[in-house]
Antibody, heavy 121, light 107 residues
Framework: EVQLVESGGGLVQPGRSLKLSCAAS????????MAWVRQAPKKGLEWVAT????????YYRDSVKGRFTISRDNAKSTLYLQMDSLRSEDTATYYC??????????????WGQGVMVTVSS | NIVLTQSPATLSVTPGESVSLSCRAS??????IHWYQQKSNESPRLLIK???QSISGIPSRFSGSGSGTDFTLSINRVESEDFSIYYC?????????FGAGTKLELK
């Protein structure tokens, strides 16, 4: 059974950093592209970033470029999202998702349960 | 950027009715559209990929159609567990945008 379990969320002040993790199991992690998708409270879904199966390619939405870094450790079957210079508009539930298709363009076939990030002073 | 417009925003139905949810793209995206269901306080679940391709484990009452700019998610004979929010997502461009969602509610 595919499982994606996020951790690392919490309350953080504007301008500070936070690192999210996503532990994967039930599939060969190193075979799949992975992504982060977020959802602000009472809002819709928003793709954040994607990393290729081998970590060689990464893609970001414009609003997080230069502030967020997606990475992975295939030996640990773990996906990460380093979030720096956080803003109030980054407040959201962050989902880890497995992405199928052409690297940064595809659909999300499995999702984690999500982790809440609140950026507030 | 490709904008996806979902309509209606809210659809009120009674169990047993059949419904169609619309997703319109701001430019042609071939069949690069995918549909998700999100129940309250749960993660999204993939229902349909590439406009009309079924997903293992998803009930057969869910089906998708369309190409170009107009897409439809159909639910044949809505069941009580189907009341939730439905999102479309495009993978034609690199931005992987989602629509704003259609809420299917009990009438």
């Amino acid at each position: 059974e595919v499982q994606l379990v996020e951790s690392g969320g919490g309350l953080v002040q504007p301008g500070r950093s936070l690192k999210l993790s996503c532990a994967a199991s039930g599939f060969t992690f190193s075979d799949y592209n992975m992504a982060w998708v977020r959802q602000a409270p009472k809002k819709g879904l928003e793709w954040v970033a994607t990393i290729s199966y081998d970590g060689s390619s990464t893609y970001y939405r414009d609003s997080v470029k230069g502030r967020f870094t997606i990475s992975r450790d295939n030996a640990k079957s773990t996906l990460y999202l380093q979030m720096d210079s956080l803003r109030s508009e980054d407040t959201a539930t962050y989902y880890c998702a497995r992405q199928r298709g052409v690297v940064y363009r595809g659909y999300f076939d499995y999702w984690g349960q999500g982790v809440m990030v609140t950026v507030s002073s | 950027n490709i904008v996806l417009t979902q309509s209606p925003a809210t659809l009120s139905v009674t169990p047993g009715e059949s419904v169609s949810l619309s997703c319109r793209a701001s430019q042609s995206i071939s069949t690069s559209i995918h549909w998700y269901q999100q129940k309250s306080n749960e993660s999204p679940r993939l229902l349909i990929k590439y406009a009309s391709q079924s997903i293992s484990g998803i009930p057969s009452r869910f089906s998708g159609s369309g190409s170009g700019t107009d897409f439809t998610l159909s639910i044949n004979r809505v069941e009580s567990e189907d009341f939730s929010i439905y999102y479309c997502q495009q993978s034609y461009s690199s931005l992987n945008t989602f629509g704003a969602g259609t809420k299917l509610e009990l009438k």
